[in-house]
């Protein structure tokens, strides 16, 4: 059984930086690809960004380019979402899910494995 544990979020400034952990246990070799989300309150649940477990191939929203980085530690099967210059419009919970195929999704119906959720909030 695959488990996906968030960690990381908190309360930080507009402009502030802040690293999310997901670690992915139980065997990785279930999932290839894994990805971020994040939903504020009374909206969607949107994709942010997504990563392979192999491979240097990383996919952003548009609206975290420049400003957020996906990376991950194989040897500790944990993904990382490192975030700079945070807005206001950054605050959500996190998400982290992880998908046994290939290829990056923006759809969060396409993803198998899903963690609790870590929040953030970018206060000004």
């Known amino acids: 059984q695959v488990h996906v544990v968030e960690s990381g979020g908190g309360l930080v400034q507009t402009g502030g930086s802040l690293r999310l952990s997901c670690e992915v246990s139980?065997?990785?070799?279930?999932?290839?690809?894994v990805a971020w989300f994040r939903q504020a309150p009374g909206k969607e649940r949107e994709f942010v960004a997504a990563?392979?477990?192999?491979?240097?191939?990383?996919y952003y929203t548009d609206s975290v380019k420049g400003r957020f980085t996906i990376s991950r530690d194989n040897a500790k099967n944990t993904i990382f979402l490192h975030m700079d210059s945070l807005k206001r419009e950054d605050t959500a919970a996190y998400y982290c899910?992880?998908?046994?195929?290939?290829?990056?999704?923006?759809?969060?119906?396409?993803?198998?494995?899903w963690g609790q959720g870590t929040q953030v909030t970018v206060s000004s």
């Open positions: 990563i392979r477990w192999g491979g240097d191939s990383t």
């Open positions: 899910a992880a998908r046994p195929g290939s290829g990056f999704y923006r759809s969060a119906s396409a993803y198998l494995y």
């Open positions: 139980g065997g990785t070799f279930y999932t290839d690809s």
